[in-house]
Nanobody
Framework: VQLQASGGGLVQTGGSLTLSCAAS????????MAWFRQAPGKERDFVGS????????DYADSVKGRFTISANNYKRTLYLRMNSLKPEDTAIYYCAARFFTAANYSYWGQGTLVTVSS
């Protein structure tokens, strides 16, 4: 299984950015796909998740109403649309996957850096 995150970059406060995560190597039916982020000097935090089948989403309070997770099943690609970006959103963003009954995320992408300038 491979997860390949992309789309990071430099954006101004209030701007928008869309991250992509290309998934390959297996079918993801029954999987939960998620985004995490790790800011400099901090622990990795949950951003949001989406159930590959059914589309149910969950978000961290800090991003609710600003970030949206979606997926293109045919392309096997997960997206994170980020609006109204703030400097505190600056982090390396990772995509991850786990089977819906698993406690931990088994598969991780390499991360993509998002920098929000003030």
């Amino acid at each position: 299984v491979q997860l390949q995150a992309s789309g990071g970059g430099l954006v101004q406060t209030g701007g928008s950015l869309t991250l992509s995560c290309a998934a390959s190597g297996r079918t993801f039916s029954g999987y939960i796909m998620a985004w995490f982020r790790q800011a400099p000097g901090k622990e990795r935090d949950f951003v949001g998740s989406l159930r590959w089948n059914g589309g149910r989403t969950d978000y961290a309070d800090s991003v609710k109403g600003r970030f949206t997770i979606s997926a293109n099943n045919y392309k096997r690609t997960l997206y994170l649309r980020m609006n109204s970006l703030k400097p505190e959103d600056t982090a390396i963003y990772y995509c991850a996957a786990r089977f819906f009954t698993a406690a931990n995320y088994s598969y991780w992408g390499q991360g993509t850096l998002v920098t929000v300038s003030s």
